[in-house]
């Protein structure tokens, strides 16, 4: 059973940002005329976490490569993969469950970069509401992002790995907020992303239980996806994009609180620069692949990682067929390959 709760707690700024149908990021216009255009699809609005991608005026890591970037908002992993099946965008920002139920229903879709090879979900209550395990989640309200968000994804997986269903709890669509209901009691336990919690506890959720998917599923949190005709269409451009995004990637490590100041400048939740600090860092430290070497080898896949999501997946009864892996990854387009 699905329900919606309307959006908490909603500054002004965030209702401006809501609007966006897309967020040109190349600065001056007049400078970005000729280069090409990347129109970026993600599953959020301009948020803290994404601040290399929103700091684009300022440090025009695209425009170096020749790209001019377009952010189009979205809520949800689905969100990202539809707009851009519909031709919207050219690359999708979105979590792996979003991208194999595409490929599930025949979507041509390629994987071309691993943006967060780490899984960030976690299932979060209050102490006081005797949630400890996944068992304990039979015949809770439990809050997500939106239906087609990885929350609900990696929900869905915890739910598996107690021998619970989707029905067995009722889903209540929180927003991307979540931790206002949970704080209000309008639901039991929450799905949020590891930075959701960290700005949660510095807004005073108090003390929480939390279960990590990665215990039960440490696949990717994100991917950069492609419709396979774009991949043969937009080769150069793509690669182009995906070396300036590693750029952005790799200022944002080595310069968290730089880019925490500048989040407050363009975020709709950058508010506070200590809040954008702690978001940062954790983003930081779920783009790096596991292993020696980490910095330099950013975008790169853990194949075994992501197959073993995909059977997971299957398992669950997410998909209907055999996803493999190797047939929908391409790493040719990866900076240094």
């Known amino acids: 059973m699905h329900i919606s709760l309307p959006p908490l707690f909603l500054s002004r700024r965030r209702l401006l940002g809501a609007g966006l149908a897309g967020l040109a990021l190349a600065g001056n216009s007049a400078t970005a005329q000729g280069l090409g255009k990347v129109r970026l699809a993600g599953w959020s609005k301009p948020i ?33 993969i539809r707009n851009t099946l519909s031709g919207q965008a050219d690359v999708a920002f979105t979590d792996p469950g979003s991208f194999f139920m595409a490929l599930d229903k025949g979507e041509k879709l390629v994987a071309i970069y691993d943006i967060y090879p780490q899984n960030v979900f976690n299932v979060v209550s209050l102490k006081t509401s005797g949630i400890r395990k996944p068992a304990d989640l039979k015949g809770k309200k439990i809050g997500v992002y939106s239906l087609s968000s990885g929350t609900r994804q990696n929900l869905l997986v915890m739910l598996h790995q107690a021998g619970l269903k989707e029905s067995d709890v009722q889903i209540v669509v929180t927003g991307l907020l979540n931790f206002a209901p949970l ?17 949660g506890l510095r807004k005073g959720i108090g003390d929480v239980n939390v279960m990590p998917v990665r215990e039960h599923l440490n696949m990717s949190s994100d991917l950069f996806v492609v419709r396979e005709e774009v991949l043969r269409q937009k080769k150069d451009l793509l690669k182009a994009f995906l070396q300036a995004y590693r750029d952005s990637a790799a200022w944002m490590i080595a310069h968290p609180e730089e880019a925490a100041q500048l989040a407050v400048k363009h975020a709709i939740d ?3 620069r200590d809040i954008n600090l702690d978001v940062i860092r954790l983003r930081n430290a779920s783009s790096l692949p596991t292993g020696p070497g980490a910095a330099s080898r950013l975008g790169s896949f853990d194949p075994a990682a992501l197959q073993k999501g995909a059977d997971a997946y299957r398992a669950l009864g997410l998909v209907q067929w055999q996803i493999k892996v190797a047939d929908v990854v391409d790493t040719s387009l990866l900076p240094g390959a």
Request: hydrophobic fraction near 40%.
């Open 48 to 80: 803290s976490e994404i601040t290399n991608l929103l700091a684009e005026p300022d440090k025009g890591f695209f425009k170096a490569r020749g790209v001019e970037l377009v952010y189009l908002p979205g809520a949800g992993g689905g969100d990202a």
């Open 183 to 199: 704080m209000q009691g309008q639901v039991d336990a929450t799905a949020a992303t590891d930075t959701g919690l960290a700005v």
């Open 270 to 272: 950058g508010t506070h």
